[in-house]
């Protein structure tokens, strides 16, 4: 896909702000300690096109879809 890869250090939350933040717009729909493998396949589907429709402001207020041209 040549996309560019960051590995952020340990421990160092700021150097992963996107990360951090798409954890907490995934745990809207699944709360922390849920058994993930009890999550219907359509219902994940549906939330992850969610979350992929919403604008970022690291994205200059596109969509993460809109970037990828999908």
């Known amino acids: 896909m040549k996309c560019k890869t960051y590995f952020c250090d340990p421990y160092y ?3 992963k702000e996107t990360n951090e933040n798409t954890n907490g717009l995934l745990r ?6 849920m058994d993930l493998s009890l999550v ?6 549906m939330n992850l096109e969610k979350m ?3 604008p970022r ?3 200059g207020f596109k969509t993460p879809n809109e970037v990828l041209d999908l």
């Not at 809207?28 to 300690?33: A, D, L, T, W």
């Not at 219907?40 to 589907?45: A, S, W």
């Open 13 to 15: 939350a700021w150097q």
């Open 28 to 33: 809207e729909y699944y709360p922390k300690g």
């Open 40 to 45: 219907d396949e359509n219902e994940l589907k």
């Open 52 to 54: 992929n429709n919403r």
């Open 57 to 59: 402001k690291c994205l």
